[in-house]
């Protein structure tokens, strides 16, 4: 059956869009694939719902809908470059537009945006929506959800394979080499927030295009070790985390801590820093080490922050996830399809050894077309 699934991370930059077929038990095809780029007015607005403001009940209902629309626009782009009709596909996976994740809340909570209903009426498709909610009452963490897909498809018996999303928040997937042992997935801390962050306040630039500005860098390894002291790092999984804990404040208030002076391009290669060591910690340590380790999301475009991270792994080979058969701009995308295949077909799309959920769960909500 075809699926079309729909992808926006906290780096809130645009939607990824793409048409898969999948067939079990374990056979998938990417058809089609499209990024719908968020215009220069609805990034700031979306950024600005991520923290406490004025007027946030309104403003956050206004751009529920309005993303609505854009999602539905990624999925008709998809879906036209895939040449099928929409009557050929079964359902769309959208993940939605994360605002706010509090798992560690009482109670805890989850806020995605895309209205499914305006997505199902502008693209005629049944759509599948807010997957991580179930999870959530069902006591899990909510995410990471991917490391059930990742299983699904990237599983090798007899090896120690480690998957790594490098989105704005990163996290892993470690799969094991017994194919009966438990999936273990956790957030490991920022991936790419914080750079974005950094340059957008500093340069006016959206990302670190390669990771050149933080090439251009000194690591300084005093502020490198206070921000690794975050009490985030050595918690036990499960755990999941987001840009409400981990932005500029956070930089900042490290900043005041270490005193002195900080130029910008120091900061922006010490935080390239704190993502590739705290990916490598998480591996070496929650995740049991590993034989290989690949890579997908939006961060593997960073050589830099590639470079810095095949150092602190050592001996690990890193590669991207382009070498099991699927481009690490689509890994996420594809997830969601996936989901959305789980969810019609009345299937688990949780691992409870990777949320902390009581069982696993039938997740998301339907919008009949």
């Given at each position: 059956?075809?699926?079309?699934?729909?992808?926006?991370?906290?780096?809130?930059?645009g939607i990824?869009?793409?048409?898969?077929?999948?067939?079990?038990?374990?056979a998938?095809?990417?058809?089609?694939?499209?990024?719908?780029?968020?215009?220069?007015?609805?990034?700031?607005?979306?950024?600005?719902l991520?923290?406490?403001g004025?007027?946030e009940?309104?403003?956050?209902?206004l751009?529920?809908?309005i993303?609505g629309?854009w999602?539905?626009k990624a999925?008709?782009?998809?879906l036209?470059?895939?040449?099928?009709?929409?009557?050929?596909?079964?359902?769309?996976?959208?993940?939605?537009?994360?605002?706010?994740?509090g798992?560690?809340?009482?109670?805890?909570?989850?806020?995605?945006?895309?209205?499914?209903?305006?997505?199902?009426e502008?693209?005629g498709?049944?759509?599948?929506?807010?997957f991580?909610?179930?999870?959530?009452?069902?006591?899990?963490?909510?995410?990471?959800?991917v490391?059930?897909?990742?299983?699904?498809l990237?599983?090798?018996?007899g090896?120690?394979?480690?998957i790594?999303?490098?989105g704005?928040?990163?996290?892993l997937?470690?799969?094991?080499?017994d194919?009966?042992?438990?999936?273990?997935?956790?957030?490991?801390?920022?991936?790419?927030?914080?750079?974005?962050?950094?340059?957008?306040s500093?340069?006016g630039e959206?990302?670190?295009a390669?990771?050149?500005w933080?090439?251009?860098g000194?690591?300084?390894?005093?502020?490198?070790?206070?921000l690794?002291?975050?009490?985030?790092?050595?918690?036990?999984p499960?755990?999941?985390?987001?840009?409400e804990?981990?932005?500029?404040?956070?930089?900042?208030?490290?900043?005041?801590d270490?005193?002195?002076?900080?130029?910008?391009?120091?900061?922006?290669?010490?935080?390239?820093?704190?993502?590739?060591?705290?990916?490598?910690?998480?591996?070496?340590?929650?995740?049991?080490?590993a034989d290989e380790v690949?890579?997908c999301?939006?961060?593997?475009?960073?050589?830099?922050?590639?470079?810095?991270?095949?150092a602190?792994l050592?001996?690990?080979?890193?590669?991207?996830?382009?070498?099991?058969?699927l481009?690490?701009?689509?890994?996420?995308a594809t997830?969601?399809?996936?989901?959305?295949?789980?969810?019609?077909?009345?299937l688990?799309g949780?691992?409870?050894?990777?949320?902390?959920?009581?069982?696993?769960?039938?997740?998301?909500?339907?919008?009949?077309?």
């Amino acid at each position: 059956m075809n699926y079309i699934g729909l992808m926006s991370g906290t780096s809130a930059d645009g939607i990824d869009a793409v048409v898969v077929a999948i067939e079990e038990p374990r056979a998938l095809r990417l058809l089609a694939h499209h990024h719908q780029r968020y215009d220069d007015e609805l990034r700031p607005w979306i950024q600005s719902l991520m923290h406490p403001g004025s007027n946030e009940l309104e403003r956050a209902a206004l751009v529920d809908v309005i993303l609505g629309g854009w999602f539905a626009k990624a999925a008709n782009a998809a879906l036209a470059k895939s040449g099928l009709d929409k009557s050929q596909i079964r359902a769309i996976g959208s993940h939605g537009q994360t605002l706010r994740h509090g798992p560690q809340a009482a109670p805890p909570f989850t806020v995605q945006v895309a209205n499914p209903a305006v997505i199902a009426e502008q693209t005629g498709i049944t759509t599948v929506a807010d997957f991580r909610s179930r999870d959530m009452a069902a006591g899990g963490q909510g995410a990471p959800l991917v490391p059930a897909f990742h299983h699904w498809l990237f599983l090798q018996p007899g090896l120690r394979r480690i998957i790594v999303n490098i989105g704005g928040i990163a996290n892993l997937t470690a799969l094991p080499s017994d194919p009966s042992a438990a999936v273990i997935g956790f957030d490991t801390g920022p991936g790419n927030t914080l750079l974005d962050r950094w340059i957008g306040s500093h340069r006016g630039e959206n990302y670190d295009a390669g990771g050149s500005w933080a090439a251009a860098g000194s690591v300084d390894n005093k502020l490198l070790g206070r921000l690794l002291q975050d009490p985030y790092f050595t918690r036990q999984p499960p755990k999941s985390t987001g840009v409400e804990h981990f932005d500029l404040a956070w930089v900042e208030s490290h900043l005041a801590d270490t005193r002195g002076g900080h130029a910008p391009r120091d900061v922006q290669a010490t935080l390239t820093a704190l993502t590739a060591r705290s990916i490598a910690l998480a591996i070496n340590g929650h995740g049991g080490g590993a034989d290989e380790v690949f890579v997908c999301g939006g961060g593997s475009h960073n050589s830099e922050l590639m470079r810095r991270l095949q150092a602190d792994l050592g001996a690990i080979p890193l590669r991207s996830t382009v070498d099991l058969g699927l481009h690490p701009d689509w890994v996420e995308a594809t997830a969601f399809a996936w989901l959305a295949h789980r969810t019609i077909e009345r299937l688990p799309g949780n691992l409870p050894s990777v949320t902390g959920a009581r069982h696993a769960a039938v997740l998301g909500a339907v919008y009949p077309a």
